[in-house]
């Protein structure tokens, strides 16, 4: 095992907190992957890690290393690819997150003709709701919908996507299509929450002279995942709120349709999050190159 291979394992048991879980992700035993930190230690004469039963945690000497380290292995990558330029040269491992919406409906369908230009690439992606630890999980970026408030984190940011509001035919049927906001007093909402107990955010309309307010609308199912809020909607259970991209599909074919088309919420920002690093590897510049290309199509300018 060479030294940049140590300094990889030592990454991930920083990343991951634990030696079973780096080794469980580098598909390494947890012997050589404890041995490959001892040496490390013993070659830079300090120690890198406190270990207890219950956790691994970095010293102050081993989060100073760390932010080398990773600096160190970003230009080792440049160092061996700075002469290849072609598309096909990239492989390795990236991994990304998003919704799972915008996994099914946007990424997914154009990720196999990216693979076929890029056939030593591995893509690993994580598609839920649950705001993932992009340090500690592994992830070389995400796309997150709404505000970023991560200083550990550099924000890219994408663009706005444009917020419809829907209902299944079934729902309309039974409740009436809504063309203004008083009549929203007759009808329900599928209620979204990232936690369960909180305040449901209610309706969201645009006001005359500019900015947004939310009105309190009934509703008798609460979800915490994209999946489930389309889910509610297309199985008659209440309206709807959710970035357009999400029910493309469900638009287009009828099983959703678009209501108060003249008073839409907010768009929602949408950004590519990546961990600070000097030297970022190609292969992950180029797969944030390209999501950054497929999701364009789909939103509008940056506002503010």
């Given amino acids: 095992m060479d030294q940049l291979e140590h300094y990889r394992i030592f990454v991930r048991v920083a990343e991951l907190g634990g030696f079973t ?42 989060a100073v290393f ?9 230009e080792a990558e440049e160092l061996h690819t700075m002469f290849r330029q072609e598309p096909q040269q990239l492989s390795g491992r990236v991994r990304i997150g998003m ?14 003709a990216f693979l076929d230009a890029h056939p030593g690439l591995q893509v690993e992606l994580g598609a839920g709701e649950r705001r993932v630890d992009v340090v500690r999980e592994g992830y070389d970026c995400v796309v997150r919908t709404g505000e970023v408030a991560d200083p550990s984190l550099v924000a890219r940011r994408l663009g706005m996507a444009p917020v419809a509001t829907c209902a299944s035919p079934a729902y309309l049927e039974r409740h ?54 389309v889910g509610a909607a297309l199985a008659g259970l209440g309206l709807i709120q959710l970035p ?17 088309p003249r008073l839409p919420a907010a768009p929602m920002p949408v950004s590519l999050l990546y961990p600070l690093q000097r030297h970022m590897p190609r292969r992950v510049r180029e797969v944030m190159d390209w999501l950054a290309q497929v999701l364009a199509a789909h939103l509008e300018p940056w506002e503010g």
């Fill in 21 to 62: 879980r780096a080794a469980d992700s580098l598909g390494l035993p947890k012997a050589s992957v404890s041995g490959a930190v001892r040496r490390l230690e013993s070659a830079l004469g300090t120690q890198l890690f406190h270990r207890t039963t219950r956790r691994v945690q970095l010293t102050g000497d081993g």
């Fill in 66 to 74: 760390l932010e080398r380290c990773r600096d160190f292995l970003g």
């Fill in 99 to 112: 919704s799972g919406g915008m996994a099914r409906q946007l990424v997914l369908p154009r990720l196999g």
């Fill in 176 to 229: 009436g299509v809504p063309r203004a906001l008083e009549d929203l007093a007759s009808h329900r909402l599928v209620q979204f929450a990232v936690a369960f107990g909180q305040k449901p955010e209610g309706f969201e309309y645009p006001l005359p002279d500019g900015g947004y307010a939310s009105l309190e609308m009934p509703g008798a199912v609460t979800v915490d995942n994209g999946e489930a809020y």
């Fill in 244 to 260: 357009r991209f999400a029910v493309r599909e469900a638009l287009a074919d009828g099983r959703l349709v678009e209501v108060l």
